[in-house]
């Protein structure tokens, strides 16, 4: 079993910042891509941001040169620093991993999400 805990989403006023955290624990050998998805009320859940285990990242357009993804290995966690927050990026945040146990076996997790609200 893996569990994935979000922490650092709130309400911030339309230009500022905001940085979540997603700590992995539990039975984790090796973790490989860690994502970050939301979903805004009545919307699709989109994928906003990943990274591998070497550190290679990819953004959505919406948030390039806004959100940086970043993770640490050695405490299974990765981050998503948003600047610039605008109204649109209001929605639940997700956090997600895929990797391998120590028993081996595969395991694709999603943490429970934090509320994000950006507003006046």
């Known amino acids: 079993q893996v569990q994935l805990v979000e922490s650092g989403g709130g309400l911030v006023q339309p230009g500022g910042s905001l940085r979540l955290s997603c700590a992995g624990s539990g039975s984790i050998f090796t973790i490989n891509a860690m994502r970050w998805y939301r979903q805004a009320p009545g919307k699709q859940r989109d994928l906003v941001a990943a990274i591998t285990s070497g550190g290679s990242t990819n953004y959505a357009d919406s948030v390039k040169g806004r959100f940086t993804i970043s993770r640490d290995n050695a405490k299974n966690t990765v981050y998503l620093q948003m600047n610039s927050l605008k109204p649109e990026d209001t929605a639940v945040y997700y956090c997600?991993?895929?990797?391998?146990?120590?028993?081996?076996?595969?395991?694709?997790?999603w943490g429970q999400g934090t509320q994000v609200t950006v507003s006046s």
């Open positions: 997600n991993a895929e990797g391998m146990g120590w028993d081996l076996n595969e395991f694709g997790s």
